[in-house]
Protein backbone atom coordinates (compact mmCIF):
# COMPACT_ATOMS: atom_id res chain seq x y z
CA UNK A 1 0.00 0.00 0.00
CA UNK A 2 1.15 3.54 -0.56
CA UNK A 3 -0.20 6.66 0.80
CA UNK A 4 1.02 9.82 -0.83
CA UNK A 5 0.96 13.77 0.60
CA UNK A 6 2.04 17.48 -1.11
CA UNK A 7 4.57 18.97 1.14
CA UNK A 8 4.81 22.60 1.66
CA UNK A 9 8.00 24.65 3.33
CA UNK A 10 8.15 24.46 7.20
CA UNK A 11 6.20 21.25 7.38
CA UNK A 12 7.08 17.58 8.21
CA UNK A 13 6.55 14.92 5.75
CA UNK A 14 2.84 13.56 5.95
CA UNK A 15 1.40 16.86 7.26
CA UNK A 16 -1.35 18.73 5.17
CA UNK A 17 -0.98 22.32 4.56
CA UNK A 18 -2.47 24.59 1.79
CA UNK A 19 -0.05 26.17 -0.79
CA UNK A 20 0.47 29.74 -0.47
CA UNK A 21 1.61 31.23 -4.02
CA UNK A 22 2.24 34.64 -2.00
CA UNK A 23 3.85 33.44 0.64
CA UNK A 24 6.78 36.58 1.95
CA UNK A 25 9.50 35.70 0.99
CA UNK A 26 11.49 37.37 3.47
CA UNK A 27 11.30 34.29 5.15
CA UNK A 28 13.29 32.24 3.06
CA UNK A 29 15.40 29.99 4.84
CA UNK A 30 17.34 29.32 1.86
CA UNK A 31 19.20 32.37 0.90
CA UNK A 32 21.54 30.86 -1.75
CA UNK A 33 19.29 31.02 -4.96
CA UNK A 34 21.47 28.81 -7.26
CA UNK A 35 20.69 25.21 -8.20
CA UNK A 36 23.47 22.82 -9.05
CA UNK A 37 22.98 19.25 -11.29
CA UNK A 38 25.73 17.13 -11.10
CA UNK A 39 25.28 14.50 -13.64
CA UNK A 40 28.11 12.09 -15.38
CA UNK A 41 27.77 12.84 -19.20
CA UNK A 42 25.65 15.50 -21.12
CA UNK A 43 21.74 14.46 -21.52
CA UNK A 44 21.71 12.34 -18.33
CA UNK A 45 19.94 15.67 -16.32
CA UNK A 46 17.99 15.95 -19.37
CA UNK A 47 16.47 12.50 -19.15
CA UNK A 48 16.45 12.50 -15.46
CA UNK A 49 15.76 15.75 -13.97
CA UNK A 50 15.60 19.15 -16.07
CA UNK A 51 11.33 19.23 -16.16
CA UNK A 52 12.09 20.41 -12.34
CA UNK A 53 15.37 22.55 -12.95
CA UNK A 54 12.81 24.50 -15.89
CA UNK A 55 10.67 24.87 -12.79
CA UNK A 56 13.08 26.48 -10.65
CA UNK A 57 14.20 28.15 -13.13
CA UNK A 58 11.02 30.38 -13.81
CA UNK A 59 10.91 31.17 -10.22
CA UNK A 60 13.86 32.83 -10.37
CA UNK A 61 17.26 30.69 -9.62
CA UNK A 62 20.03 30.04 -11.12
CA UNK A 63 20.61 27.49 -12.82
CA UNK A 64 24.16 25.09 -13.50
CA UNK A 65 24.21 21.51 -15.46
CA UNK A 66 27.13 19.95 -14.90
CA UNK A 67 28.84 16.89 -15.70
CA UNK A 68 31.77 15.28 -15.19
CA UNK A 69 32.59 14.24 -18.73
CA UNK A 70 32.05 15.58 -22.12
CA UNK A 71 30.75 12.00 -23.41
CA UNK A 72 33.84 11.20 -25.19
CA UNK A 73 33.07 7.70 -25.86
CA UNK A 74 29.63 8.59 -27.19
CA UNK A 75 30.42 7.56 -30.68
CA UNK A 76 31.39 4.36 -32.78
CA UNK A 77 32.30 6.87 -35.95
CA UNK A 78 33.44 10.08 -34.75
CA UNK A 79 36.87 9.93 -32.45
CA UNK A 80 36.98 10.77 -28.74
CA UNK A 81 37.54 14.48 -29.73
CA UNK A 82 35.35 15.37 -32.36
CA UNK A 83 32.45 13.58 -30.30
CA UNK A 84 33.71 15.24 -27.00
CA UNK A 85 33.07 18.90 -28.92
CA UNK A 86 29.80 17.79 -30.16
CA UNK A 87 28.22 17.02 -26.84
CA UNK A 88 29.15 19.94 -25.39
CA UNK A 89 27.41 22.08 -27.76
CA UNK A 90 24.57 20.03 -27.13
CA UNK A 91 24.53 20.30 -23.81
CA UNK A 92 24.97 24.44 -23.90
CA UNK A 93 21.99 24.16 -26.21
CA UNK A 94 19.86 21.95 -24.36
CA UNK A 95 20.90 24.15 -21.00
CA UNK A 96 19.97 27.47 -22.96
CA UNK A 97 16.77 26.49 -23.34
CA UNK A 98 15.61 26.23 -19.76
CA UNK A 99 18.17 29.40 -19.09
CA UNK A 100 20.78 27.44 -17.29
CA UNK A 101 24.31 27.55 -17.14
CA UNK A 102 26.76 24.34 -18.45
CA UNK A 103 29.54 23.23 -17.13
CA UNK A 104 32.07 20.47 -18.17
CA UNK A 105 34.72 19.03 -15.39
CA UNK A 106 36.29 17.41 -18.81
CA UNK A 107 37.04 14.29 -16.98
CA UNK A 108 37.23 10.77 -19.47
CA UNK A 109 33.87 8.20 -19.88
CA UNK A 110 34.69 5.48 -17.94
CA UNK A 111 37.76 6.90 -16.30
CA UNK A 112 35.25 8.77 -13.61
CA UNK A 113 37.31 7.88 -10.61
CA UNK A 114 36.81 8.64 -6.59
CA UNK A 115 40.21 10.05 -5.97
CA UNK A 116 41.42 13.23 -4.66
CA UNK A 117 41.98 15.00 -8.27
CA UNK A 118 38.24 14.61 -9.25
CA UNK A 119 37.18 15.01 -5.87
CA UNK A 120 38.81 18.59 -5.39
CA UNK A 121 36.93 19.03 -8.62
CA UNK A 122 33.52 18.56 -7.33
CA UNK A 123 34.15 20.02 -4.12
CA UNK A 124 35.27 23.90 -6.17
CA UNK A 125 32.09 23.58 -8.52
CA UNK A 126 29.73 23.40 -5.53
CA UNK A 127 31.64 26.19 -3.54
CA UNK A 128 31.25 28.42 -6.92
CA UNK A 129 28.14 27.71 -7.64
CA UNK A 130 26.82 27.81 -3.64
CA UNK A 131 24.03 26.20 -4.67
CA UNK A 132 20.60 25.38 -2.20
CA UNK A 133 19.85 22.02 -3.81
CA UNK A 134 21.99 19.65 -5.44
CA UNK A 135 21.16 17.04 -7.78
CA UNK A 136 22.95 13.89 -8.80
CA UNK A 137 22.43 10.03 -9.86
CA UNK A 138 21.26 7.56 -7.47
CA UNK A 139 23.96 5.77 -5.26
CA UNK A 140 23.01 2.56 -7.50
CA UNK A 141 22.71 3.03 -11.07
CA UNK A 142 23.37 0.99 -14.03
CA UNK A 143 27.05 1.65 -14.35
CA UNK A 144 29.93 2.93 -12.36
CA UNK A 145 30.60 6.11 -13.94
CA UNK A 146 26.99 7.00 -12.75
CA UNK A 147 27.33 5.90 -9.31
CA UNK A 148 31.03 7.08 -8.81
CA UNK A 149 29.69 11.09 -9.61
CA UNK A 150 26.78 10.14 -6.60
CA UNK A 151 29.56 9.49 -4.23
CA UNK A 152 31.57 12.37 -5.30
CA UNK A 153 28.42 14.49 -4.90
CA UNK A 154 28.28 13.34 -1.89
CA UNK A 155 31.55 13.89 -0.02
CA UNK A 156 31.93 17.22 -2.11
CA UNK A 157 28.29 18.67 -0.75
CA UNK A 158 29.42 17.79 2.57
CA UNK A 159 33.37 18.52 2.79
CA UNK A 160 32.39 21.94 0.96
CA UNK A 161 32.19 23.54 4.69
CA UNK A 162 35.29 22.45 5.30
CA UNK A 163 37.88 25.23 5.09
CA UNK A 164 40.91 22.83 5.72
CA UNK A 165 40.00 21.05 2.39
CA UNK A 166 41.66 23.07 0.06
CA UNK A 167 41.09 22.55 -4.08
CA UNK A 168 44.20 23.64 -5.50
CA UNK A 169 42.35 25.53 -8.08
CA UNK A 170 44.25 29.25 -8.52
CA UNK A 171 40.92 31.12 -7.97
CA UNK A 172 40.08 28.71 -5.18
CA UNK A 173 36.20 29.86 -3.69
CA UNK A 174 35.81 30.18 -0.14
CA UNK A 175 34.33 27.20 1.93
CA UNK A 176 30.10 27.10 2.08
CA UNK A 177 28.42 27.92 5.37
CA UNK A 178 25.69 25.21 5.52
CA UNK A 179 25.29 22.08 3.64
CA UNK A 180 23.01 22.07 0.92
CA UNK A 181 20.48 19.88 -0.10
CA UNK A 182 21.37 17.29 -1.72
CA UNK A 183 18.65 14.98 -4.03
CA UNK A 184 19.38 11.20 -5.73
CA UNK A 185 17.40 11.41 -9.44
CA UNK A 186 15.76 7.93 -10.00
CA UNK A 187 18.06 5.41 -11.86
CA UNK A 188 17.44 5.03 -15.11
CA UNK A 189 14.87 2.38 -15.60
CA UNK A 190 14.48 2.60 -11.94
CA UNK A 191 16.27 -0.56 -11.28
CA UNK A 192 19.51 -1.44 -9.09
CA UNK A 193 22.66 -3.90 -10.98
CA UNK A 194 20.75 -6.63 -9.94
CA UNK A 195 16.90 -5.55 -11.17
CA UNK A 196 15.65 -4.78 -7.66
CA UNK A 197 13.24 -2.05 -7.82
CA UNK A 198 14.91 1.50 -6.77
CA UNK A 199 11.70 3.54 -5.51
CA UNK A 200 11.36 7.43 -5.28
CA UNK A 201 10.38 9.03 -2.12
CA UNK A 202 9.46 12.62 -3.47
CA UNK A 203 7.80 13.46 -7.13
CA UNK A 204 7.92 16.66 -8.77
CA UNK A 205 5.12 17.36 -11.50
CA UNK A 206 6.46 18.21 -15.02
CA UNK A 207 3.35 18.38 -16.81
CA UNK A 208 3.77 21.98 -17.60
CA UNK A 209 7.30 21.66 -18.22
CA UNK A 210 7.36 17.95 -20.15
CA UNK A 211 7.77 19.63 -23.69
CA UNK A 212 10.72 21.72 -22.41
CA UNK A 213 12.44 18.63 -21.49
CA UNK A 214 11.58 16.63 -24.46
CA UNK A 215 12.97 19.64 -26.29
CA UNK A 216 16.44 19.78 -24.28
CA UNK A 217 16.74 16.00 -24.70
CA UNK A 218 16.38 16.37 -28.56
CA UNK A 219 19.11 18.56 -28.36
CA UNK A 220 21.14 15.40 -28.02
CA UNK A 221 21.07 14.38 -31.37
CA UNK A 222 24.10 12.42 -31.55
CA UNK A 223 22.93 9.77 -29.10
CA UNK A 224 19.97 8.86 -30.94
CA UNK A 225 21.91 6.32 -33.33
CA UNK A 226 24.52 5.60 -30.61
CA UNK A 227 22.17 4.50 -27.96
CA UNK A 228 19.87 3.00 -30.21
CA UNK A 229 23.20 0.53 -31.46
CA UNK A 230 24.97 0.18 -27.47
CA UNK A 231 21.93 -0.21 -25.80
CA UNK A 232 19.19 -1.19 -27.91
CA UNK A 233 16.86 2.00 -27.62
CA UNK A 234 15.04 2.70 -30.55
CA UNK A 235 14.00 6.32 -29.20
CA UNK A 236 15.17 8.56 -26.24
CA UNK A 237 12.16 10.60 -26.66
CA UNK A 238 9.90 7.10 -26.00
CA UNK A 239 12.18 6.29 -22.92
CA UNK A 240 12.01 9.55 -21.56
CA UNK A 241 8.40 9.53 -21.52
CA UNK A 242 8.26 6.24 -19.81
CA UNK A 243 10.18 6.93 -17.57
CA UNK A 244 8.01 10.10 -16.26
CA UNK A 245 4.99 8.79 -16.81
CA UNK A 246 5.94 5.66 -14.41
CA UNK A 247 7.00 8.46 -11.78
CA UNK A 248 3.69 10.16 -12.68
CA UNK A 249 1.47 6.63 -11.91
CA UNK A 250 3.37 6.39 -8.74
CA UNK A 251 2.55 9.76 -7.85
CA UNK A 252 -0.83 10.10 -8.73
CA UNK A 253 0.78 13.00 -11.24
CA UNK A 254 0.71 12.70 -15.39
CA UNK A 255 4.17 13.03 -15.38
CA UNK A 256 6.35 13.47 -12.77
CA UNK A 257 10.83 13.14 -11.71
CA UNK A 258 11.32 11.18 -8.31
CA UNK A 259 14.09 11.63 -6.64
CA UNK A 260 15.23 10.51 -2.44
CA UNK A 261 16.83 13.31 -0.50
CA UNK A 262 20.05 12.56 1.16
CA UNK A 263 19.02 12.52 4.92
CA UNK A 264 22.47 11.11 6.81
CA UNK A 265 23.72 12.93 9.42
CA UNK A 266 25.45 16.70 8.83
CA UNK A 267 22.63 16.95 5.81
CA UNK A 268 19.54 19.34 6.18
CA UNK A 269 16.35 17.20 7.28
CA UNK A 270 14.23 19.96 6.20
CA UNK A 271 12.35 19.86 2.69
CA UNK A 272 13.76 22.85 0.10
CA UNK A 273 11.86 21.42 -3.02
CA UNK A 274 8.87 22.01 -1.92
CA UNK A 275 9.82 25.53 -0.18
CA UNK A 276 10.80 26.40 -4.10
CA UNK A 277 7.93 24.29 -5.77
CA UNK A 278 4.95 23.84 -2.77
CA UNK A 279 2.38 23.19 -5.31
CA UNK A 280 4.19 20.91 -7.17
CA UNK A 281 6.03 18.10 -5.14
CA UNK A 282 4.23 15.15 -3.76
CA UNK A 283 6.15 12.29 -1.23
CA UNK A 284 5.09 8.98 -1.91
CA UNK A 285 5.30 6.34 1.13
CA UNK A 286 5.83 2.80 -0.47
Known sequence: MQTYT??????????????????????????????????????????????????????????????????????????????????RGEARRAAKLIGAHYICLNERDLHVFYNRKTLAK???????????IVFTHSPVDYMVDHETTSQLCQTACFGAMAPNFRTGNSRAAKPLKSVPHLYYAEPFGGRDI??????????????????????????????QKFLRTQ????????????????????????????????????????EALAFFLPELVRTIKM
Open 194 to 223: LGKEVHATLFVDIASTFSRKAQTLSCHESQ
Open 6 to 87: TIAAGKQQGEDFIADPHRDSSTNPFPAQSILALFAHPDDAEFLCVGTLAHLAERGLKIHIATMTAGDCGSTTLSAKKIANVR
Open 231 to 270: QGIPQLLDMMRAMAERAGMISHFTVAEGFRQHLGQGFPQD
Open 122 to 132: VTELVRQTSPS
